[in-house]
Structures are given as C-alpha cells and as structure tokens.
C-alpha cells in the first residue's frame, strides 16, 4: 500500500471510531512505529489529530472533522461491488431493499470508465450461495437482540418437536444458504447453532438464575478431555474434497495430491470421535480411511449393518 493511501485509510479508521496505534498496523500490515511516523506526518499537514492515554484511549479526530467525498480505485470499486453482489444472491436477508438501494449509488458515483473495468470481471466473479426457500422473519429481531447481548426465550422448532428455550445469541451467521444463530442454551447448557428459519417467536427475559456462567464439565468429562486426540489421515476423491471443503471445522485441512486424489490429514479431539465416524461414513465412497484401524473398524461395522438391513429386505 502507497505512504498516500495509507494515510487516507488511517483518517477513514478514525472518522469511524477512536484508534490504537498497534489497531492500526495491524488492519494495514505494518508496524506500530510506522503508524505513529504517519501520525506526525498528518499532524504537519493540519489535521487535527489528538491522542488519549489510557485503556479505552488512542488517536481522535477533533470534533466536526469529516473528509470529502471519496474517490474509489477500480480495485476497491471492484471489493465493493462483489461484495454487495454476494448479499443480493442471499434469498432471505434483513437488508432487503437497502441491498439494492447501495447497489445503485455506489454505481451512480464511478466514472463510466471505471465501471467498464470493473464489470467484465464481475460478470465472472461470485459466491456460490445456495437459494434455499426458506424464510427468516424473525431475524431482524434476533439482530437486535445479539446487539444487546441479552437473553431471550425462543419458541424453537426442531424436526421432532417445539418448546421454548432460554438462550442468550452471540452471533449470527450465514452458511450454506441458512442463517444460523450461536447461542448458550440454558436448557442444553452448553452453547449450540440454531437455524434461524426455525425460530417461531421470540421475546426478551430475564437471565436464568442457575446459568450466571457456563456450567463446569463433569469429572467423566473432563477425564475424557484430556484424552490424546485421534490422529485420522483419509483420501478423497474429487467429490470427497468438495465434499469435506465445506465443513468449518476440517475443511481447510484438505489437500490435493495429484489430478485425481485428494487428502484429509488432522488432529480428532478425543470427545469428537462420534461425530468422525457419521462424517466419513456420511461421505461413502467419496472418502477411504487410512487410519487409525479404529476407525475404520467402526465405518466397517456400520457399513455392515446397512448392508444386512437391505439384504433382510
């Protein structure tokens, strides 16, 4: 990044909010000395900059400071473009019209040049979202809610049945076309994902008095904590990699070997044994375990088990 752009994007960050110097170098990837350098330079050129010592201090801008209208790069056109793009394809979301609405005065604002630049390579850039039908009503509410870190009781529908659930959301997210909310559930007492569609109402309450903190593990459980994690090495076929690319937890641990074989090489916590096996068994023949014999002697097992269910039948 050019000394000019960086000094741009220092007095973006501070228009936005008050910053550390290290805040700082770390959003633009350079060092805390470098940062306070850019600091004095805006200083000499008349901005007016303040400092607060403390731990809620940092860089200010003085009160009624703003910068001029901005001027974007095609590069930045282009970040901002794909990003608005990846919202309008989402099938459900709580900006609605406002997701269109920014799509065209961003648009209006570039020089015709710059959109034929920026266009060819949009028409072939996107995020893969799936069109799910289902629909969130409630997630504006929930938004809300996760903003004041409260606790709420939550009419849940999950496949077999519906009962409210105390629940205090930490954060909403989008994955796989679903939007899904992390919440501590009193009632599970430990903290789950909640599909969003699933919610039927919800309303805000009082934090359950047994649930100040997280409850601690059981002595069993924390035996089996401290267990040696289960070292699994698998191959994949084409499919397999895509297949294993889209769980959160191992995905990115999938490696291609050559043109037509894949790998899956990773560090299974102990507690998570349950959840290997329906993960590569749910894979069939898109995934071969080379080890542990372990594991392969479950997947066996379960292998059998179906295969006798239809043999009866």
Same mark, same amino acid.
């Given at each position: ?22 805040? =700082? ?25 303040? $400092? ?24 930045? $056109?282009?970040?901002?473009? !794909? %990003? =608005? ?66 606790? #709420?009781?939550?009419? &849940? ?9 105390? #629940?205090?959301?930490?954060?909403? &997210?989008?994955?796989?076309? !679903?939007?899904?909310?992390? %919440? ?38 924390? #035996? ?9 090495? $698998? ?7 895509? =297949?294993?690319?889209?769980? $959160? ?16 090489? !990773? ?34 097992? =379960? ?6 269910? &239809?043999?009866?039948?």
């Amino acid at each position: 990044m050019k000394r000019s752009d960086r000094l741009m994007a220092i007095l973006i960050a501070l228009q936005q909010k008050p910053a550390t110097a290290q805040s =700082l170098a770390d959003k633009l990837e350079v060092s805390k000395r470098t940062i306070v350098r850019d600091m004095q330079s805006l200083a000499e050129i008349g901005i007016p900059l303040y $400092a607060v010592s403390g731990p809620s201090g940092g860089y200010r801008l003085m009160e009624g400071y703003s910068l001029p209208p901005l001027h974007f790069s095609s590069k930045e $056109a282009l970040v901002i473009l !794909f %990003a =608005l793009n990846a919202v309008i394809r989402l099938s459900d979301t709580p900006f609605h019209q406002a997701r269109w609405t920014v799509m065209d005065k961003i648009r209006s604002t570039l020089p015709q040049s710059m959109l034929e630049q920026v266009e060819p390579v949009l028409d072939r850039l996107e995020i893969d979202i799936p069109d799910r039908p289902q629909r969130t009503p409630l997630l504006d509410r929930l938004l809300a809610h996760v903003a004041e870190s409260v606790w #709420i009781l939550a009419h &849940y529908r999950s496949e077999k049945q519906q009962r409210w659930l105390h #629940i205090q959301p930490k954060r909403v &997210y989008m994955a796989h076309g !679903f939007w899904y909310c992390e %919440a501590y559930s009193h009632e599970h007492g430990e903290q789950r994902s909640f599909r969003v569609d699933r919610f039927l109402e919800l309303k805000p309450t009082q934090p359950p008095v047994s649930t100040a903190s997280e409850p601690a593990s059981t002595e069993s459980g924390s #035996i089996q904590a401290k267990q040696a994690p289960i070292a699994i090495h $698998a191959t994949l076929t084409y499919r397999g990699a895509l =297949l294993a690319e889209q769980d $959160a937890h191992v995905g990115h641990y999938v490696r291609q070997i050559d043109d037509s074989e894949w790998e899956l090489r !990773f560090d299974c916590p102990a507690v998570e044994r349950d959840w290997a096996v329906k993960f590569f068994y749910g894979m069939g023949m898109d995934a071969t375990v080379v080890e542990p014999d372990e594991l392969r002697r479950e997947l066996h097992e =379960l292998g059998c088990k179906l295969a006798d269910r &239809y043999a009866r039948n």
